[in-house]
């Protein structure tokens, strides 16, 4: 069994700052890719940044520059350092891990119960 706690999401003004947190916990042999994604009411959920286990990074455009994702491996938690926000940042925040659980024989996906982000004044 594996768990994805998220916190730090809440209420933030435009051009504020906000970091999320997303730690692991379980039966966890190794984690694969670790990932934030964000669905806005009437949008499609869409990647927002995602880390391998060794460190590479990829991010959607609309938050490049802004956002950064980071890992602690030793934690089994991962961050969304998110900056300069905009209201259209505004949605429900989910975490994302692909986790081969100990005794396991694949690395399956694991989703966050998602935590709201709002940006607004």
């Known amino acids: 069994q594996v768990q994805l706690v998220e916190s730090g999401g809440g209420l933030v003004q435009p051009g504020g700052t906000l970091r999320l947190s997303c730690a692991a916990s379980g039966s966890i042999f190794s984690i694969n890719v670790m990932a934030w994604y964000r669905q806005a009411p009437g949008k499609q959920r869409e990647l927002v940044a995602a880390?391998?286990?060794?460190?590479?990074?990829n991010y959607a455009d609309s938050v490049k520059g802004r956002f950064t994702i980071s890992r602690d491996n030793a934690k089994n938690t991962v961050y969304l350092q998110m900056t300069s926000l905009k209201p259209e940042d505004t949605a429900v925040y989910y975490c994302?891990?692909?986790?081969?659980?100990?005794?396991?024989?694949?690395?399956?996906?694991?989703w966050g119960q998602g935590t709201q982000v709002t940006v607004s004044s």
């Open positions: 880390i391998t286990s060794a460190g590479g990074t």
């Open positions: 994302y891990a692909v986790v081969a659980r100990r005794g396991g024989r694949y690395h399956e996906p694991y």
